[in-house]
């Protein structure tokens, strides 16, 4: 697990002494643990920001904010699929510089264009959605 950046300690008046909590399911709970993960932060620490964040900006609507959660789900998708991909990767390489014969090689070449092309329509259709905000 990636180590957790330790935020700057607040002054007394500043200090956090507020405690709100919420309830979540598992699928939901496994979400915020992944993100806080990904952001080198503490749950808490990523629930206080996201929720500060979104406090402060209260012209967004719920519709942005549900188009963020599929975003970011759509993100962690990618990244665990390019991870695979790059497993797979690195077995090839590892075995075609060792003289041995790799016929998964295209299979794994193609799984490669395939993500790229993935990787791409996300982000024109994230682009597009930007634009047309």
């Known amino acids: ?39 080198h932060m503490s749950v808490a620490g990523f629930l206080a920001r996201s929720a500060l964040n979104a406090a402060r ?4 609507t719920a519709a942005d904010i549900a188009g963020e959660k599929e975003m970011l789900q759509e993100l962690f998708a990618l990244r665990r699929h390019l991870g695979q991909i790059g497993n797979n990767l690195n077995q ?3 075995a ?24 791409d329509a996300f982000t024109q259709q994230h682009l597009d959605h930007r634009t047309a905000a």
């Open 1 to 39: 697990m990636p180590r957790v950046q330790q935020r700057e300690r607040l002054r007394d008046e500043k200090k956090r002494v507020r405690q709100p909590s919420c309830r979540m399911n598992d699928d939901e709970y496994q979400l915020l643990l992944r993100a806080a993960a990904v952001c």
């Open 92 to 94: 090839v390489a590892k």
């Open 57 to 60: 900006d209260l012209e967004r």
């Open 96 to 119: 075609l510089n060792s003289g041995a014969d790799v016929p998964q090689a295209e299979a794994v070449l193609a799984a490669v264009q395939r993500a790229a092309k993935r990787v």
